[in-house]
């Protein structure tokens, strides 16, 4: 079959993969799964793995192929495997997990302490098809096409994973604050929205962004290139801050809005990365706010993503590109002319 | 009456504060609580003020009596205070609160819209007599001491609430550590044995604390000047990490041991301060750690306090000295010269 | 002024209260708020007090004023009021606490050790003017009417506290029913739809109750009286069951479908109340449910449900009565022939 | 092998169970584990599925091998397994699981969808050999013996599990009741005291277990036959009540107990049964208390009611029985003559 292959790491987008000829995967274990796959979203994280940014966390055997974004058709199934058949449409879940470790009990599958994660330590979706497993795997509800729904799979999750973090801690009233209205920022809107009856303020540095914010359900929207961020949030805030803020972007600017926006006792998301936090540690003494990391999320949060899709309440912008072009869906992301979520077709 | 008091922010210890006469404080409005002061501890953070380090985020009007570790007598109440009578023993909460605001109403007092805060914002408790109010004071049990137990109104109360919110995450058997063993540290690390059932490391560079924290429950003690923290740590927790990480320190070296040692999901919290973050924000996707915080503690938690105090699970390491050798101890404290908790008796 | 009070306990609603004329209450206390009474709610509870039913649980002086749920104008503070000033229009959380008690001070002022509670426990609101103090009034947004949001004050705020403590535990996707769709329940809906993406599920006697349900955002409807509800509520949750139960009836019949409906590990509310639990302790050890009481809500859940009738996401079904006709609201209240909440103009 | 089994339902305990010869069981799936059963506790759950007391709410096909509370070592794996080897000591949690139902990937596995639990609804370890899955077995500690430590698979994580609960809800100080101080409360009050600074009281009618209380960490001891409850516990707790109460009897006197001794928004978690609960739904609004149900406990906290006993916090009186002996055990527990647990030797 054919696949999207990393086999260097390079700052140069326009040859980022390379189209092989590999074996197709089997079911070989009792828990395998493998999956046709419909529908690969393309994700900033595939970037940042190209370049090399990802070698020092986690391990990874080149040439690999990419692509942690999958939906599809499930194809085989290892003898053991009770919720899905042949047949069957199902989105990944990122991470293909033990169920017994401590983590895994807990429900913590993100901290699984033997899984591999398709696409970043494994060979991903970027390909005809996608060797996974039982935990991994959800369902479709009828009628869901997965080419439209395979972004869910890790920029869904990540961003409603963050949110639901936020929304515990959001009272009617509570002021919210989503910083970037990107390929994730869009979802964490819509999410925010269904779940909370928090004042939403979004920031993006495009105006086409901050309409699509306006559209989604922000209550005010800001641009950060020509207004005083701290200001605005002021005088939104009524002097209060933002209880929390979800940074999609994560650069050094957008960490360090934290200490002039965010609420006594509030909380700073950071889901995007790249760059880096400098702050004294007497600034979050002062104002008592905490730097949170978020890693893309749960299984069980998939399913309730998968529920907010199927009641409505998230939709999603996407574009569909052949595998042939990969190279170029990672380029323009680079340049940022993605608008809503590349989906790679293989 | 006698005041030790802050008239330019100074470097220089041995000519911090100097003792002048003022006038002694009236209980002039309903709630107003008068208390001749019998302890007032020195903390880190007068000799941070002393610097002006607090300059920019509290306003400070000098000359301004310093003390925000209070407990003694009442002497004088106005005419609306219930709770208290002339001739009983308090501790004073250091934060004097105003008990409408938002944050008042959600027992959120450390965030109260209209607070002072004696001490550091307003005159506080090295000096004879203190002006407090009935919303700041707690009455003492039986046979305590205020001179021994003034500490915890600031030391005590910010040692406890960063634990109770460690405390909350932890399960029996779960790592904790505590950096740095000294004023906050020993309570901190009295706290969390008397309320959780986890596994406790302490670090500190002097083998004194470390001797102090294994008396007072530590599991392991780690000297990081001569071992490989992150190294430690790993062996100790089995490769899992600490899933909460007390940082007593807050300098560079300490918030940076936070993506080696701390455990997926984790916390580190910040308590002391003076030092910096300097991270990746994908350190903290990739490890999905918080840091948190913390501002001293409520009131609710100072008499949480007090009740551990009474039950005997937190004894305070203390010395005694006189209001007009003040600065010996400002200067002792600056290079590390006090064990325990200085109190300064006016 | 004119006085609606209760002189004895009786059965009969037609003579359950008498007009007086009484002294009209002074600000005599440094903390005292004297409110014009626009609108006062008459409440399913009202009704309870008349009978005697709240006897052995509050004291009450009798002649004693009724009206538990008021909103008007500020007429006169007392000295150290600072919140609102005469001529603010203002909704009187029921509650008047002190401030400084344990309970007050985790923000739990529903159970202050110092509280009087107007129209239960001392003189309340179906009167010409009402004594409340400062930590009970919260200013109303610009342009909302007195008399419609009054309800708010008793109905709507139990309403939201028990969704709040539902909504806490649901997901998107997971299953609630609202038992009983009137004063209450059609808040309770409405708080529900717009704090949390669950599956909502309305059960009403009452064809018009149900209708509304369903306008309001319940999901399914069931009438009790002709289908089997254990197997509806199966079926509508694919076997699962209700994750949270808010039952706004109490009634014998109501909490006995806990054990049939609720799924494991959830919750049933009490918020209505008249009949009684009766089942083995080994149902909820079998199910793992809860039997969970509601008592009315904290005055910071006052400010977010004002936020949330501000924001438009909850609309109160009202209609508007004279003080001469207060004994016609209890008697068909008493038979069930009250829509949505009446609302008494003294 | 020999297993003793249940062939009908009888309130005769001297006939309770009988000796059989039956085929021993083998590992036939890859998820199998086989384990030498080298302690079982009997518990008071026995002695109701004898009566027939499960029958409603747990299929049971008999006849059936009792004995939920097991621990030995593994004799033989299926191909799947990896936590555990042939040799290893463990002691079994009673929920034998699927791991990829939503209430498995959430953590819950009580809930688990497509569980037995041996010996309520398949064969137990009232034999030589028991049939469990990789997902039910925790190794033991270096040096535990499977004897000692059997009767926490049932008894003690069910203790472990609504401690945990309580401790949530408990501030240093706070009061909270153990009713029962038999085979779970003596294990629940050193749950209690290990991971929490919450002052204990224990009713028990038996001054044994009264003294066993006072040894074990409580503060206060009440003995219910000559003292009035009620006025007790306002005695110790000042008036304000329990904060927290375990009923490990679940007989209609004590879930009665609750109205009069629980605190305002407290609990009362109902862990024994064979009584019922019969409140006017008044009472748990007008004392805003909840009943909570109470299920085993999950896997996780038996690591952590593990990691307790490795600790040395959590000592089991027992004694041993030959499985011969085991409707004398039965007879014996029924009319309250076994003191600590009874553990059964195959």
Redesign the interface.
Known sequence: MLAARLHEYTEEMSEALSIDEVDRPTAD???AVVVEVEGAGWCQTDN?IVEG?WAE??PQPLPMTLGHENAGTVVDVG??V??VDPGDQVICHPHVT???C??????????CE?ARFPGLTTDGGFAEYLATN??AVIPLPEGVDPAEIAPHADAGITAYHAVKKAV?EL???DHAVVIGVGGLGHIGLQCLD????AEITALDLKAEARDLAADLGAHHVVDPSSADVAAELDAITDGVGARQVLDFV??DVT?GYAPDIT???GDHH??????????????????????????VG???EL???V??V??G?VALRTSRHDLGDINTVAERLEHGEIEGRAVVIP
Request: glycine share 12%; with cysteine.
């Open positions: 274990t009792p828990d940042h940014m966390y986690a003898e053991n009770d919720i033990c169920g017994t401590r983590p895994c009990r807990l429900g913590e599958d993100m901290y033997n039982e935990r515990d009272n009617p009233g269904a779940t909370s009856a994560g650069a960490t609420a006594a006792g950071i889901v995007g990365y790249g760059g880096h936090i400098h702050e004294p540690a007497q600034a979050l003494v002062d104002g008592e706010f905490d730097y949170r990391g978020t890693l749960r299984y069980a399913q309730e993503l529920a907010l199927e009641r309440d």
